[in-house]
């Protein structure tokens, strides 16, 4: 089945740390750039960070950088976004993506359900 399932969110304080994965099957994860997005209830879904297939280049979004991390393992078909000093402002449903890199990989997208985190003083 083609899938990816987030896991590891959960309850956190302000300035503490959290580490969430994301396992993937059912197609060529190592041709395929990750994403994480993010999305809170009435809002737009947001771009948090993603890493490219084969040369790993990472990207970040304004609002994280310098405190995620985004890493992947291609062996063990698995995203991870290191989360550290969260604020009460990335609270929100943490969502991992997949894009293929290569014309003859299918599918060409796909997303998971979602892992929800939340950062509570």
């Known amino acids: 089945q083609v899938q990816l399932v987030e896991s590891g969110g959960g309850l956190v304080q302000p300035g503490g740390s959290l580490r969430i994965s994301c396992a993937a099957s059912?197609?060529?994860?190592?041709?395929?750039?990750m994403k994480w997005y993010r999305q809170v209830p009435g809002k737009e879904r947001e771009l948090v960070a993603g890493?490219?297939?084969?040369?790993?280049?990472?990207t970040y979004g304004e609002s994280v950088r310098d405190r995620f991390t985004i890493s992947r393992d291609d062996d063990n078909r698995t995203v991870y976004l290191q989360m550290n000093s969260l604020k009460p402002q990335d609270t929100a449903v943490y969502y991992c993506?997949?894009?293929?890199?290569?014309?003859?990989?299918?599918?060409?997208?796909?997303w998971g359900q979602g892992t929800q985190v939340t950062v509570s003083p």
């Open positions: 890493v490219t297939s084969v040369v790993g280049t990472t």
């Open positions: 059912g197609f060529v994860f190592s041709r395929y750039t």
């Open positions: 993506n997949a894009v293929r890199d290569v014309a003859w990989a299918f599918p060409r997208e796909v």
